[in-house]
């Protein structure tokens, strides 16, 4: 973690650190999907370090785990039912 070049030197960051604050002020909760986990890291330190909440669902997160994150994203979105992500073998972000 370390500072604000991590969405300076990015477009699709930059979009992202302009837009979050935007999304939250209005309550809503944001669902975004990668297949690399480098790039979940990048991600990650960025919402530590200007103290956005996360959820981080991976291919090391236990089923178990990943259900009750799902199960509470759901229930406190208005996307509905989100059964398509749900298939064990699928999520993988």
């Known amino acids: 973690m370390d500072g604000p070049h991590l969405w300076e030197n990015a477009g699709k960051m930059q979009l992202l650190s302009k837009l979050l604050p935007k999304l939250k002020a209005r309550g809503s909760r944001v669902l975004i999907f990668c297949q690399m986990t480098r790039v979940l890291d990048i991600l990650e330190d960025y919402f530590r370090l200007v103290g956005h909440e996360y959820c981080r669902i991976d291919g090391n997160t236990d089923g178990e785990k990943r259900d009750s994150q799902m199960d509470e994203f759901v229930s406190f979105t208005k996307c509905g039912d989100l059964s398509g992500f749900r298939q ?6």
């Open 88 to 93: 064990r073998t699928a999520l993988s972000c």
